[in-house]
């Protein structure tokens, strides 16, 4: 007899996700002979044990996401693409005025250079 610890260890999975599996019919009700609770630990036996490997041995949808595109995601991506496109046109036209405007600062500072006032010079 083993636990159910145990047989997750050799199945590659958490106790948990044998826990969930157990009390889900119909494992739930094919496994209930072989089970029993020793010291408050809940074991299973042999024949058991084959029926939860069973269990996990059967395909099991993936939670993983897949590689296709769906329709929303591609009508998400176009938006996503024209709003890029919009804001680089943004970027180069912020970026051009600027330019503009550190070239009309330096022609203002080039015809009127500061002179320093000097302290023992009065002026009338």
Same mark, same amino acid.
């Given at each position: 007899?083993?636990? +159910?610890?145990?047989?997750?260890?050799?199945?590659?999975?958490?106790?948990?996700?044998?826990?969930? %599996?157990?009390?889900?019919?119909? @494992?739930?009700?094919?496994?209930?002979?072989?089970?029993?609770?020793?010291?408050?630990?809940?074991?299973?036996?042999?024949?058991?044990?084959? @029926?939860?490997?069973?269990?996990? #041995?059967?395909?099991?949808?993936?939670?993983?996401?897949?590689?296709?595109?769906?329709?929303?995601?591609?009508? #998400?991506?176009?938006?996503? =693409?024209? =709003?890029?496109?919009?804001? +680089?046109?943004? +970027?180069? $036209?912020?970026?051009? $005025?600027?330019?503009?405007?550190?070239?009309? @600062? +330096?022609?203002?500072?080039?015809?009127? %250079?500061?002179?320093?006032?000097?302290?023992?010079?009065?002026? $009338?």
């Amino acid at each position: 007899m083993k636990t +159910i610890k145990e047989i997750a260890a050799e199945i590659g999975v958490t106790k948990q996700a044998v826990f969930y %599996r157990i009390k889900k019919p119909p @494992l739930s009700n094919t496994l209930q002979p072989f089970i029993s609770k020793l010291d408050g630990v809940l074991m299973v036996s042999f024949d058991g044990e084959k @029926l939860i490997r069973q269990a996990f #041995a059967e395909k099991v949808p993936s939670k993983e996401p897949s590689n296709e595109v769906s329709i929303l995601d591609s009508v #998400a991506l176009r938006l996503l =693409e024209r =709003e890029n496109e919009r804001l +680089i046109a943004e +970027i180069a $036209r912020l970026q051009s $005025r600027n330019d503009e405007l550190t070239a009309a @600062l +330096i022609m203002a500072t080039a015809k009127k %250079r500061w002179v320093p006032r000097l302290p023992w010079k009065r002026e $009338r």
